[in-house]
């Protein structure tokens, strides 16, 4: 009962009298059990009763107000936003605004890079802009189809002309590769990825050369649950096509494999990293400190760790006191186009291979087909 007093002593706005004082002069509140003997001393043998303090509306104000002191209770304190909190706020407009310009010029694929880039921050994605990249996939998915059926026409028509000396009709004009990209961003992003790499593998039977995006969107569809297999996968596929990307991605790419314990993985990475981009002394140092830390595990037999991957969803900590936890409604959701039988029309398109080659797709084997170099091969035994 004491301490309830003395704590709504504490907050009751008191205009002019001191705490202190006003314990001085009290015997009806306290008692000499509670305080320590120091405080004791200073107490009156002959106390005289509280005055009667004027009556106080406690208004928005009083509830507003900040308090200097750190010992008096925090209840109706606003604590300010924190420079970090600003900063994503910040941050997240802009991308929002750098999502609408691509988009108004016709840039799909830096759309979907700056969208990739959002949701692995944990950035809220405005419901404009998942309406127009919803719009933007089910135009590509039209083109798809529609090229799918100029495929079947023309291989009717050879068949029909196949012992006739008339000159063969010539093949429809290609897919172009904005769209083929566009088609790998739904895969990646709504977590196909079977999918992912059976379109890349009919890209690569029908000699269409993927670009940076194409394996940038496959690699983040990859890492986003540390399918770490995969993700070399492709890797040493576009090693094999000469392209490079961006240092983030090879810094993310090099921490899936040392988290998921791939020295020899993580070995190729940190070679390709250092061979394109220019690192600086000391981060070179603790990148091949994590490298040997990760072979040593694996020496060790240490296994990879159990709280990540598909299962398990860490927050990200953006300040001392912030964390920030994936939203309840994922962002890919949003992308689904509606109206659409999905699942007929991704099965009638691989039956047919995407329309990019004469040879159909086994439906029995779910696994891409993919060569794979003697490195990862390698990993994979292992």
């Known amino acids: 009962n004491n301490m309830l007093h003395v ?28 305080f320590p003997r120091g405080i004791q001393r200073n107490f009156t043998s002959s106390p005289t009763p509280l005055p009667t303090l004027p009556p106080h509306t406690r208004t928005e104000s009083d509830l507003s107000q900040t308090r200097t002191d750190d010992n008096l209770p925090t209840t109706f304190t606003k604590k300010p936003v924190s420079a970090a909190m600003q900063k994503r706020n910040e941050a997240a407009i802009l991308s929002s605004q750098l999502i609408r310009d691509s988009l108004a010029r016709g840039d799909v694929d830096r759309s979907f890079e700056t969208f990739q880039t959002m949701q692995r921050e944990y950035f809220p994605v405005p419901e404009d ?7 933007r996939i089910t135009v590509a998915f039209e ?6 059926a100029l495929q079947d026409r023309h291989l009717e028509s050879l068949r029909e002309r196949e012992g006739l000396d008339s000159a063969a009709p010539s ?7 904005q769209t083929l990209n566009t088609v790998m961003d739904y895969f990646t992003e709504t977590d196909r990825l079977v999918d992912a790499f059976s379109l890349l593998g009919a890209m690569k039977e029908a000699g269409v050369q993927p670009t940076e995006h194409t394996y940038k969107s496959l690699l983040n569809g990859c890492m986003r649950y540390e399918d770490t297999d995969l993700a070399l996968m492709a890797f040493d596929i576009m090693r094999s096509d000469g392209l490079a990307l961006e240092y983030d991605v090879y810094q993310r790419l090099f921490d899936l494999a040392c988290v998921s314990v791939y020295p020899l993985g993580s ?4 070679q390709e990293l250092l061979k394109i981009h220019s690192v600086p002394s000391a981060h ?3 990148l091949m400190t994590s490298m040997f830390i990760t072979a040593f595990m694996r ?9 990540g991957g598909r299962g398990y969803v860490t927050a990200m900590q953006i300040d001392p006191v912030h964390y920030i936890f994936p939203p309840k409604i994922d962002n890919n959701k949003l992308l689904e186009p ?22 159909y797709l086994d439906t029995q084997n779910t696994r891409p087909q993919i060569p794979v170099s003697d490195t990862v091969a390698e990993e994979s035994k292992k």
């Open 284 to 286: 070179r140092y603790q």
């Open 267 to 270: 070995q190729v990475v940190l």
């Open 7 to 34: 704590r709504a002593l504490l907050r009751a706005p008191l205009r002019g009298i001191s705490i202190t004082a006003l314990a001085k002069r009290s015997s009806t509140c306290f008692t000499s059990n509670y």
């Open 338 to 359: 509606q109206g659409v039988d999905m699942k007929g029309l991704l099965r009638e398109l691989k039956a047919r291979r995407y329309g990019l080659s004469n040879k």
């Open 129 to 135: 802009i998942c309406v127009s990249l919803r719009d």
């Open 143 to 148: 083109d798809l189809v529609q090229f799918v």
């Open 299 to 307: 020496l060790m037999r240490v296994p990879k760790s159990v709280r």
């Open 171 to 177: 093949p429809p004009p290609m897919v172009t590769i």
